[in-house]
């Protein structure tokens, strides 16, 4: 029983130590990137106004169809 639980805990601290060593490299995913991209494009303020309509655009005071305001807390 005692060669079982040391062969296990063998095999367990050399598996950690692949997988720990193994991993040089890190890859950044594209959906992190336009995540981080998407929260840094907020903190700016800004307003897009689109079309013609009877919607009155802050930035403007032009008549638009309608108006793209990043998300934010307020």
């Known amino acids: 029983m005692r060669k079982i639980f040391l ?3 063998v095999v367990a601290g ?3 130590m692949f997988g720990k060593f193994s991993n040089k490299e890190k890859l950044v995913d594209n959906l ?3 995540n981080i991209e998407a929260l840094a494009s907020g903190e700016g ?3 897009w106004c689109v079309g013609t309509g009877c919607t009155h655009c802050p930035a403007t ?3 638009v169809a309608y108006i793209k305001e990043p ?3 307020k």
Do not use: P, S, V
């Open 32 to 34: 992190l990137l336009e």
């Open 7 to 9: 062969m296990i805990l």
């Open 45 to 47: 303020g800004g307003t």
């Open 71 to 73: 998300y934010n807390l």
């Open 61 to 63: 005071g032009e008549r």
């Open 14 to 16: 050399m598996t950690a």
